[in-house]
């Protein structure tokens, strides 16, 4: 089994979200493993632009799993905002994204 990472060395800001979401579609697995929500992600897929500070922008793709690591910060509101946006986009989250027990 092999793994990449994608991992920014700046403050932010970089586009590894974009990243991610252009090459999830050749993964299995798309995991976030740090972070909260100050941080967030811009990804855009069907002429829509979304905004993500929880969940993996691997969650476009319909045959990747999608997880909330060990280390990222959950604040419960702005998850669940997320995920009704995805809802509202017809984009269903639930069947594809998984939460460690031991993320904060």
Do not use: C
């Amino acid at each position: 089994m092999s793994v990449d990472v994608i991992l920014g060395l700046q403050w932010g800001d970089e586009g590894k979200g974009k990243i991610v979401d252009l090459l999830a579609n050749d993964y299995d697995i798309v995991a976030r493993f740090q972070g909260g929500p100050n941080a967030g992600h811009t990804i855009e897929f069907d002429d829509k632009k979304y905004i993500l500070h929880t969940i993996p922008s691997g969650i476009s793709s319909k045959n990747t799993i999608n997880v909330i690591g060990n280390g990222v910060i959950i604040d419960p509101y702005i998850f669940q905002k997320e995920v009704l946006m995805l809802e509202n986009e017809n984009i269903e989250s639930q069947k594809s994204l998984y939460i460690s027990r031991k993320s904060h």
